[in-house]
């Protein structure tokens, strides 16, 4: 197993590990067509055929299951339980971290048409692996309804890419040495959200969603990139660090994950292909903060077990920052969101962190927070998301000579 899925099983079994995508078809489908639709899905991805049990000593283990012959089973809703509530619950009590297996399809019959939904525990997809979990499940229906077998990809399994990790080269003592230095401007921990955010236990989540800019937003924003030199997640982290400068008077520290897909043969397999990077920048130059994130892919390129050994594990504490970025229109994975009215489906938990997800897409920038919902992180995360979101919407104005200049020039 990798280092991140034994930090996530090893929490313990527990509601709301899951991540879920759901989307519409446009007409009537005869559930056995679906369901040989997903064997196939489940058949061509590794990681859906593993299952975690505690070992002797109560640390996760990681096991090839055999599954039989699947089943239908109707969930009741009652009397005054919205459909979001049941939904929830079949997830919570059937994607957990030791479930065997730890997904699910759900199929919710309406007069429009199917909506269904895929969901896993995290332990076994990212984002990523979502999009090729709907792609593989949507062509091998097509196969099915054409009166065909549905093909079974051949694609190598999430476990081979985490031995594959392992046989690399040991990571570099430049990379140990700035690992300790980000850590120990932490206080010994991983980077915290530099405002309070309220009391150290775990809270109620607080979510919040905003559009930051639209499409015409969008590529204002890559066009200022662009004029600067720099990626639009570099001109994401001048802002931030920016804002963090102003708010709390300190360099912006986070935790960043980075996909693992380091070569096009992991491309369409499923897994949790995500490593976790640190991110420090305290000059919001676009081109030091384009040089951080450079250096955070770097420190995020070799297996975090040895390099997590002096703290015995990765030092989480309350009020951590984590800060996701993902491009999707970069993928090159993709589905026709628009037509499926696909759209992600998140567990409510109970956090004492505060994690931003960035999706950038076709339609602009959509920023996702998610912190404890207590009276100082409510008031200090969102006075600096209003300030960050303020300041990328400066960026993101739209200036038509620039757009005209450099927009057909941009890599997006």
């Not at 859906?48 to 089943?71: I, M, N």
Request: with cysteine; hydrophobic share 45%.
């Amino acid at each position: 197993m990798s280092f991140d899925q034994k930090r996530h099983v090893g929490i313990g079994d527990r509601p709301g590990s899951w991540m879920a995508l759901a989307f519409r078809l446009s007409a009537p489908v005869d559930r056995e067509h679906l369901a040989a639709a997903w064997e196939a899905v489940v058949a061509t991805h590794g990681t859906l055929r593993t299952a975690f049990v505690p070992g002797d000593d109560g640390a996760p283990l990681l096991r090839e299951v055999t599954l039989g012959q699947g089943s239908w089973v109707e969930h009741d809703i009652s009397a005054g339980q919205t459909m979001n509530l049941a939904l929830q619950s079949v997830l919570d009590e059937n994607c957990r971290s030791y479930a065997k297996p730890s997904h699910r399809l759900c199929v919710i019959e309406t007069a429009d048409g199917p909506a269904l939904v895929v969901a896993a525990d995290h332990s076994h997809v990212d984002m990523w692996s979502m999009l090729l979990i709907v792609r593989d499940l949507l062509d091998a229906l097509a196969q099915v309804q054409q009166g065909e077998q549905p093909r079974i990809k051949d694609v190598p399994a999430f476990a081979e890419h985490t031995q594959a990790l392992l046989d690399r080269p040991a990571a570099p003592e430049e990379i140990h040495r700035r690992w300790r230095e980000v850590i120990e401007a932490g206080g010994g921990a991983m980077p915290r959200f530099p405002l309070s955010v309220g009391s150290p236990g775990v809270q109620p989540e607080r979510v919040v969603v905003r559009d930051v800019l639209d499409r015409a937003g969008l590529e204002a924003y890559s066009a200022r990139a662009r004029q600067y030199g720099v990626s639009a997640l570099a001109l994401t982290i001048s802002a931030m660090t920016s804002t963090t400068r102003e708010l709390a008077d300190s360099p912006l520290r986070a935790v960043f994950p980075v996909h693992s897909r380091y070569e096009e043969r992991w491309h369409d397999s499923v897994g949790w292909f995500i490593t976790n990077s640190v991110l420090e920048s305290d000059d919001p130059a676009p081109a030091a903060c384009a040089a951080a994130v450079k250096e955070s892919l770097r420190l995020g390129s070799h297996p975090l077990a040895e390099i997590m050994k002096p703290w015995s594990g990765m030092p989480a504490v309350p009020g951590m920052l984590a800060i996701s970025w993902l491009d999707m229109r970069r993928l090159p994975v993709s589905i026709n969101s628009r037509d499926i009215d696909a759209q992600y489906i998140s567990a409510g938990i109970r956090t004492d962190g505060v994690m931003v997800w960035f999706i950038t897409d076709n339609a602009g920038i959509h920023l996702r927070c998610r912190f404890p919902d207590t009276p100082e992180a409510r008031k200090n995360v969102g006075a600096w998301l209003d300030n960050l979101v303020a300041r990328m919407r400066k960026e993101g104005t739209v200036d038509h000579d620039l757009v005209n200049e450099v927009v057909a020039a941009t890599t997006f």
